[in-house]
């Protein structure tokens, strides 16, 4: 099993609608997690922390859930600019292991 | 504001060369790490370091090797280029130990072609 396994998408959302995607990971014992937002070749950057049970920041909201080992990113009221690909990172020691990412297309 | 450096963007190199890939940041960061990413298999780890001189492999080192003399710049170099090296190189850094210190913040890549 792969350390962190996403839904590769792509979703393919109109402007306004709500999008949700998961994250699973296998080691119970990680305690903080996060989201990274990366654009077409472009490098990652960070969208949201993760260390209790969600984070909630304007559109974005992460949960967390330990028991099923999964963190879900929602995005409501998405626009345009949300267009690229989510990535779930998640720590193990001094490493980090990266989902392959969730592809995101917000049409007009 | 947090800043990771590579300062060669785009290379072409042929293969059999030796490839230096630079970073530098300048947060004072203890950890960094070097990175590629490849379509449809993510960002998989090559080699990182937590502190000056210190190196540990990842999880695709074969190829490559990588040099921290001073805490703020983290080389990867490949001793002798293929053309299964050709990807998108990431260099990153995080400030250590502790929930905010896993935090990890990327150079913007350099991408690398080996003809």
């Known amino acids: 099993r792969k350390e962190v396994e996403q839904d590769p998408g792509p979703f393919n959302v109109p402007e306004g609608a709500t999008v949700a995607f998961n994250c699973t990971y296998s080691?119970?014992?990680?305690?903080?997690f996060f989201w990274y937002r990366q654009d077409c070749r472009k490098e990652p950057k960070l969208l949201m922390s993760?260390?209790?049970s969600g984070n909630e920041d304007g559109r974005f909201t992460a949960q967390l859930n330990r028991a099923s080992q999964y963190i879900s990113l929602l995005i409501r009221d998405s626009k345009l600019s949300d267009s690229a690909t989510y990535l779930c990172?998640?720590?193990?020691?001094?490493?980090?292991?990266f989902g392959a990412g969730t592809t995101v297309t917000v049409r007009a | 504001d947090v800043k990771v450096t590579q300062s060669s963007r785009y290379l072409v190199k042929r293969t059999g060369e030796k490839v230096f890939l630079e970073c530098v940041q300048d947060?004072?960061?203890?950890?960094m790490f070097w990175y590629r990413q490849d379509p449809g298999l993510g960002l998989r780890l090559i080699y990182f370091?937590?502190?000056?001189?210190?190196?540990e492999k990842g999880d695709i080192p074969e190829g490559y090797s990588v040099s921290r003399e001073k805490k703020e710049r983290f080389s990867l170099i490949l001793e002798s280029a293929s053309t299964n090296q050709t990807s998108m190189y990431l260099c990153?850094?995080?400030?250590?130990?502790?929930?905010?210190?896993?935090?990890?913040?990327f150079g913007e890549g350099s991408w690398l072609t080996v003809v």
């Open positions: 080691n119970s014992a990680s305690q903080s």
């Open positions: 990172v998640v720590p193990n020691d001094y490493k980090l292991s």
């Open positions: 993760v260390y209790s």
């Open positions: 947060m004072d960061h203890e950890n």
């Open positions: 990153a850094s995080s400030l250590g130990q502790g929930k905010s210190g896993n935090t990890i913040y």
């Open positions: 370091s937590y502190d000056v001189k210190m190196k």
